[in-house]
């Protein structure tokens, strides 16, 4: 089925929620206002729907193969590859001052959407390579920046993180590949990762993978992990590619979705040792680690979007389509097309509500990151950049799990045609399974928004994104349509539900840890499903301002139905999770490990 990128909604979002025009007034963004915004989502679209969206039934049927060593991408990957880097996609939100087009992320996140949308398999290889590059913005040395950062913005190399190992997954601590100093300055690196996307393939010149690795002497656990640019090629003094380095891929994994996207594992120093070269200093790896890893959570939430987006595309295409028996209401005559009866309509509510309302968080908290980094008040950007890190959480956990029920809806739309994989409702299905566990699982960040983003400041910011919810309550009662009042009896029992679960995680995480973190993750569906509902609140308002002023009426009254339909079906759940946080916590821990 072809894809329709959704760009009026993205454009809704960017003027009216994340406020392009207070984005476009920061130091560097002037040329990035609604215009170019515009401009630059329109091309964006025209690309992705023509050239990688085609790929994406293909690569699935195609996947990427090896042999002897090398990797071979799935028909048409390679091609539409060269077509997105001469086109600058791949350096839109990355500086100038490195052939990039410094874009903001509010923009650049509409971008990743479409392209993931198109096909999740093929945007992966640029998904990684942004990490590489705001790792090396962050923590690499001029040299490093000079050698690297033009020809991975440019698209002419790709980027890789190599955190994983056979034995330590999640866990860091136990990473064992080792870095041995030479006395050239560079390290010999030895060892082997697992779970390598885009760690061979043969769409770029070379290869940038960003090592973790401990330098012998280094502390014990994840204090002595370091950090190492290694690449497939060395690259000469004068910037041309000389040897292949000591890194070798062995195998690609088969994988339930996504089998266009190769899965590498890597060895490294098989023949004498992978010169590497560090990015900043000894044994502070895993910070700058975090750094590329933040890049990518957020950008994989905005995946677990763009799934849903297209496993919605789909579901509505065929319910339109699918004649079986007759409406319960009598309205038709005979058997009609599926999308009229009721719970078919609420399947595909669910679907389009649960996209848009992930799609305005996210929208959000790329504004946030870019008033962060681009704002000239030292306290704005303090507090934008507390607000995006409370959500980078939120729209990673929240929207990937979002996506399972969204692409799960969308095969239960299809019916049994949906099992059956010549329809492609499956795919969606298949491929958004890893987004849950690609960079840090949801229990992972959920720990991270209980641990460091709720019980660290006692609470503060949670409590302060909800006064800000609380303002827009306010505002829905005095707009004083049904629609409004509908929402904001939703939004506020939701905001009371978070706040009871904030205060439970504030109190009791020292002396009760494995109370709170037994609810974690239905404290991060909950947080998630507050903010969704409360930017959908936002978008309903400003919905029924435009409808009022007779602007593109269709769109502003499906805007306003879509709200409210979050908020009496979707944000409801948010009681239930607060049942679970405050009171469910004891049960959870209750049966001894013997008895399970």
Not at 198 to 219: Q, S, T
Not at 379 to 405: C, H, I, W
Request: charged fraction near 15%; proline fraction near 4%; aromatic fraction near 8%.
């Amino acid at each position: 089925m072809a894809y329709v990128a959704p760009v009026n909604d993205m454009l809704f979002n960017i003027k009216h929620l994340a406020d392009i025009a207070r984005i476009a007034a920061l130091p560097g963004f002037e040329e990035a206002g609604l215009e170019t915004a515009q401009a630059v989502l329109a091309e964006c679209a025209r690309f992705n729907e023509g050239v990688v969206a085609p790929l994406n039934v293909t690569g699935d049927g195609e996947p990427s193969t090896f042999q002897e060593g090398a990797v071979r991408t799935s028909p048409g990957f390679k091609q539409a590859y060269a077509q997105f880097t001469a086109g600058g996609w791949q350096g839109l939100q990355h500086p100038a001052g490195f052939g990039g087009q410094g874009l903001p992320k509010t923009i650049g996140s509409a971008c990743i959407e479409m392209v993931n949308s198109a096909s999740l398999s093929f945007a992966l290889c640029p998904l990684l390579t942004d990490g590489a590059i705001e790792a090396l913005l962050t923590a690499g040395s001029d040299a490093l920046r000079a050698t690297y950062l033009e020809k991975l913005i440019s698209g002419q190399w790709s980027g890789t993180m190599n955190l994983t190992e056979p034995q330590a997954g999640s866990d860091l601590a136990l990473v064992r590949t080792r870095a041995e100093p030479q006395p050239d300055g560079t390290y010999r690196i030895f060892g082997t990762k697992i779970f390598i996307t885009y760690g061979e393939h043969d769409m770029a010149e070379n290869i940038v993978h960003l090592v973790l690795a401990r330098v012998a002497g280094a502390p014990e656990g994840v204090k002595g992990i370091s950090l190492f640019v290694v690449p497939k090629f060395l690259v000469n003094p004068d910037g041309a590619l000389g040897a292949r380095n000591d890194v070798h891929c062995v195998s690609i994994e088969h994988k339930l979705g996504i089998k266009a996207s190769p899965t590498a594992v890597l060895q490294y120093g098989d023949n004498g040792g992978a010169v590497g070269y560090l990015v900043g200093e000894e044994n502070r790896g895993l910070e700058y680690m975090f750094i590329m890893m933040n890049a990518a959570r957020y950008a994989v939430g905005v995946q677990g979007i763009a799934v849903a987006e297209r496993a919605y595309q789909q579901a509505l295409a065929y319910a339109k389509e699918r004649v079986q028996s007759r409406p319960v209401d009598g309205s038709v005559a005979g058997s009609a097309p599926i999308i009229h009866h009721p719970d078919v309509r609420r399947m595909l509510m669910t679907m389009r509500a649960l996209t848009e309302g992930c799609r305005a968080m996210a929208c959000v908290a790329a504004a946030a990151y870019d008033a962060a980094h681009h704002g000239t008040d030292a306290d704005a950007r303090r507090q934008n950049q507390a607000f995006y890190e409370f959500l980078v959480p939120l729209v990673k956990g929240y929207s990937t799990e979002m996506s399972l029920e969204a692409t799960s809806l969308g095969v239960q739309v299809h019916g049994g045609m949906g099992f059956i994989e010549e329809t492609g409702a499956a795919q969606h299905y298949r491929d958004a399974r890893i987004l849950p566990i690609y960079e840090g699982t949801t229990a992972i960040q959920s720990n991270d928004l209980v641990g460091r983003k709720t019980a660290r400041d006692g609470g503060q910011m949670a409590r302060a994104i909800a006064q800000q919810i609380a303002h827009t309550e306010a505002d829905l009662a005095a707009s004083g349509s049904a629609d409004a009042r509908a929402v904001q009896k939703h939004l506020s029992a939701a905001r009371e539900a978070f706040l009871q679960a904030v205060d439970f995680i504030a109190a009791q995480s020292k002396s009760a840890p494995n109370a709170v973190y037994a609810g974690s993750v239905p404290y991060l569906m909950l947080a998630g499903n507050l903010v969704a509902g409360w930017q959908l609140a936002r978008a309903l308002l400003a919905a029924q301002t435009l409808l009022a002023q007779g602007q593109d009426t269709a769109f502003m009254q499906a805007k306003i139905v879509t709200a409210r339909f979050y908020a009496e079906h979707i944000l409801p759940r948010t009681s239930g999770l607060r049942d679970a946080i405050v009171e469910g916590a004891g049960s959870v821990m209750a049966l001894p490990i013997e008895a399970f």
